[in-house]
């Protein structure tokens, strides 16, 4: 899974720093994280964002991602879903990352929800991530992340033409190695038997 790649901002959540003390209560694959973390000398994370991504090269190389694609033309909503079910699952990966506002100088702050990256994966140094296939991270790998800024205009274009998927009316999506379909499924928040260490909002 190593290599360049777009990253699409899934989801992005305050962690609640008391909660993470309690490494028990945590899923197996956090504390590890947060040790490489701790190794390399950077702050304890402030947030959790998945990241859902493509293989740069892959996407680049797809003859059909300047294909217009008309909103409720069913002629074209039903070839995209070809199209996209047709995709090599081995080019998406799935990034969780645990980060702090302070992370290469402050740099990643645009990680906003719905956004575009450039990042690259691999043993390098960087910021310590948890890879998988899916959002359930079985044959999840440890490497590291480093990020390059948020994607041209152009590229935005691109992918939005390809990954937005709201002209498909009632898509039924294939998994990529798990019960979650892609591009764009919901990341988990207490699954798993695990309650993460999430920042609640206050209800009135």
């Given amino acids: 899974m190593r290599g360049l790649y777009y990253a699409f901002v899934e989801s992005t959540d305050a962690l609640d720093g008391k909660r993470l003390d309690d490494r028990a209560g945590l899923p197996e694959y956090w504390p590890g994280i947060l040790t490489r973390r701790r190794e390399a000398s950077l702050y304890e994370p402030t947030h959790r964002v998945w990241l859902d991504c493509v293989r740069r090269d892959y996407f680049l190389d797809l003859d059909w991602r ?35 506002r302070e992370d290469e100088d402050g740099a990643m702050e645009p990680l906003q929800e719905g956004s575009w990256h450039r990042i690259e994966l691999g043993s390098f140094h960087g910021l310590p991530v948890v890879v998988a296939p899916d959002f359930d991270l079985i044959a999840a790998q440890e490497h590291y992340l480093r990020w390059y800024g948020e994607v041209t205009q152009l590229e935005r274009d691109w992918l939005a033409n390809v ?42």
Wanted: proline fraction near 14%; include cysteine; hydrophobic fraction near 30%.
């Fill in 163 to 204: 990954f937005n998927v709201d002209f498909v009316p009632d898509a039924q999506w294939g998994d990529r190695g798990g019960p979650t379909p892609p591009p764009y499924p919901q990341a988990p928040s207490k699954d798993a038997g695990f309650t993460y260490p999430i920042h609640q909002p206050l209800r009135s």
């Fill in 66 to 100: 300047t294909e217009p694609c008309e909103r409720n033309n069913i002629e074209h909503a039903n070839k995209r879903r070809r199209q996209l079910l047709g995709m090599d699952p081995h080019q998406l990966a799935t990034v969780l990352l645990l980060t702090h």
